[in-house]
């Protein structure tokens, strides 16, 4: 019988109904015989209500993928983050480290160590999301100690997020970088925020073009998880922070 059990399994809080490029994107990346496990919170709106209502499922899920005995657990999605607060989010974090031994963070975390990684202080932000949720984020980061230039942000609900489709994905990923770069030239980096759609192919075309790291949650959350399991990425060419698990 061939043996398929998975030499490497991370887990995923995914904020939104919908994963396909979360999946897609870690499968293309990961080596074979790495498992992504995914639990779905339900958020339904941006705001601080839809936040606290998706929260409500954070320790179910912590649970349910403790009891999977996966590696590491990432609670996905910045606005979700960004509406809780910097503050609550690590109180959240510090009770994971309570109940259980398996590292909890979240994709905004992972972003933020993506940058101190590449020694960022002035970030620019964009996003697919309105003016409240960009401000959300700005001050996240600012509560990280970073010099937030400017964002970028053109609004999508959750539910046009989820629906994007693979090639409106990267096309609306390299609008929004060129327009944040454009906007605020002394960024020395770009976090480019949002994770249910496929991302990682536009972070090479907008680093070849303004010759600076961007940072996606997404790309943040897989190197972090490829650091901790001493893994390499499998596809070459995804952007500065992949291709550096690759030396």
């Not at 398996?102 to 309105?130: C, H, M, N």
Request: proline share 5%; aromatic share 10%; glycine share 6%.
């Amino acid at each position: 019988m061939t043996d398929m059990k998975p030499q490497n399994s991370f887990g995923y809080i995914n904020p939104v109904l919908i994963s396909d490029f979360i999946h897609y994107q870690f499968y293309s990346i990961f080596p074979s015989g790495s498992l992504l496990t995914a639990y779905h919170l339900g958020l339904n709106s941006f705001t601080s209500d839809g936040v606290n209502e998706a929260l409500r499922a954070f320790w179910p899920a912590v649970d349910f993928l403790a009891d999977r005995k996966v590696q590491r657990i990432s609670l996905g999605g910045i606005p979700l983050s960004a509406f809780a607060g910097r503050q609550r989010i690590l109180d959240l974090l510090e009770e994971a480290g309570r109940r259980t031994d398996i590292p909890v963070t979240t994709d905004f975390e992972e972003s933020i160590d993506a940058l101190r990684y590449f020694g960022i202080q002035r970030v620019v932000a964009a996003a697919k999301w309105d003016e409240v949720v960009m401000q959300a984020v700005a001050s996240y980061l600012c509560d990280a100690g970073f010099d937030v230039v400017g964002v970028y942000g053109e609004a999508h609900t959750a539910q046009q997020v989820v629906a994007l489709r693979a090639e409106e994905s990267a096309e609306i990923a390299v609008h929004l970088g060129r327009a944040a770069f454009n906007a605020y030239p002394d960024a020395e980096a770009l976090l480019l925020a949002g994770g249910a759609w496929l991302v990682l192919p536009s972070l090479p075309v907008i680093e070849a073009e303004f010759h600076r790291p961007v940072v996606s949650n997404p790309a943040s959350t897989y190197w972090a998880a490829l650091k901790q399991a001493r893994l390499r990425c499998k596809m070459p060419g995804l952007g500065r922070l992949l291709d550096s698990t690759r030396s």
